[in-house]
């Protein structure tokens, strides 16, 4: 069974500061792998995906990074900024599970002024 | 694009009622699914479909549970009987063909009293 470990679980950093959040997952066997923000009270908004082909995919101040072999996956976060104050979930989907998302548990992110 | 509509936003009920929870997907997305998310367990896959047809649906918790989508652009969830536990924010998304890509809607906040 597929399971996805999001590391720290809770992370508070000042403004400006440039940060990574880490995702694994135990299964290599992943068709894709998506990173999601989540604001309080609010549904999943997604932020990228990189399929199992790819090293890495990015959009404007983010950058994901997926390592198969290791079962690995970073979200790089450049200037940070308060309106990044979310929570970020990462989730993978299996070769043979019709593309069913395994989600982590999340890290929560702070950015403080 | 509106994005993936889902209906009630918020349900209070008492124990023992039906609930019924309503989604559109995205127009053109030929997969949907339906995840329950809890501060215990996280997010869960509950079962999705593939152009309109149920593939999976080992997540539903219970028999109390039930899901149809019987067109390309409508899908419910229904609870029946509801219990206190099954209190939790139910998210609706759909999936884009070309990338797999999910796209989740607002969630409904369902609180069974």
């Known amino acids: 069974k597929q399971e996805v470990t999001q590391i720290p679980a809770a992370l508070s950093v000042p403004e400006g500061e440039n940060l990574v959040l880490n995702c694994s997952f135990t299964?290599?066997?992943?068709?894709?792998l998506q990173w999601f923000r989540q604001d309080p009270g609010k549904g999943l908004t997604s932020l990228l995906l990189?399929?199992?082909?790819?090293r890495e995919q990015t959009s404007g101040r983010l950058n994901a990074s997926l390592d198969k072999s290791s079962g690995r996956s970073t979200l790089y976060i450049a200037a940070s900024q308060p309106g990044d104050s979310a929570t970020y979930l990462c989730?993978?989907?299996?070769?043979?599970?019709?593309?069913?998302?395994?989600f982590g548990g999340g890290t929560r992110l702070m950015v403080k002024p | 694009d509106a994005g993936v509509i889902q209906s009630p936003r918020h349900e209070v009920t008492e124990m023992g009622q039906e609930v019924t929870l309503r989604c559109k997907p995205i127009?053109?997305?030929?997969?949907l699914f339906w995840y329950r998310q809890t501060m215990m367990r996280g997010l869960e896959l509950l079962i999705y479909?593939?152009?309109?047809?149920?593939?999976?649906d080992s997540g539903m918790p219970e028999d109390r549970f039930s899901a149809k989508m019987p067109n390309a652009s409508f899908s419910t969830l229904k609870i029946q009987p509801s219990e206190p536990r099954d209190s939790a924010v139910y998210f609706c998304?759909?999936?884009?063909?070309?990338?797999?890509?999910?796209?989740f809607g607002p969630g409904t906040r369902l609180t069974v009293l």
């Open positions: 998304a759909s999936r884009r063909r070309q990338t797999n890509e999910q796209f």
């Open positions: 299964d290599s066997a992943i068709y894709n």
């Open positions: 990189i399929q199992s082909s790819q």
């Open positions: 989730a993978v989907s299996l070769n043979n599970a019709g593309n069913m998302l395994t």
């Open positions: 127009s053109g997305h030929n997969s």
């Open positions: 479909f593939n152009n309109n047809v149920p593939i999976d």
